[in-house]
């Protein structure tokens, strides 16, 4: 079955650090074979907006807000691609998710990430 699980969030002092990681089913790695990938968060009230993306080159792209804090790695071997998120601000506080970046996925679960100022 396909899905996405994302996991590795919680709740963090502002200053602190995390690092999400998003499992990729076989079928999903297999049958749609996305090349791209990427870390989106939403907050309530706000649309769901993209932090970080990864092309199948491992070219990667960041939202102004979080350039020179996070970074978006890859691994495809185990079907995985993580978020390490340093020097977090309670703005940062958000559910955190991955996708593909071109193929219209069903969304995980998410994790929670709660930075604490």
């Known amino acids: 079955q396909g899905r996405l699980v994302e996991s590795g969030g919680g709740l963090v002092q502002a200053g602190g650090s995390l690092r999400l990681s998003c499992v990729v089913s076989?079928?999903?790695?297999?049958?749609?074979?996305?090349?791209?990938w990427g870390w989106f968060r939403e907050t309530p009230g706000k649309q769901r907006e993209l932090v970080a993306g990864?092309?199948?080159?491992?070219?990667?792209q960041y939202a102004d807000s979080v350039k020179g804090r996070f970074t978006i790695t890859r691994d495809n071997s185990q079907k995985k691609v993580y978020l390490q998120m340093n020097s977090l601000k309670a703005d940062d506080t958000a559910v955190y998710y991955c996708?593909?970046?071109?193929?219209?996925?069903?969304w995980g679960q998410g994790t929670q990430v709660t930075v604490a100022s």
């Open positions: 990864i092309t199948s080159s491992r070219a990667t």
């Open positions: 996708n593909a970046l071109k193929e219209s996925l069903e």
């Open positions: 076989r079928a999903i790695w297999s049958f749609f074979a996305p090349k791209d």
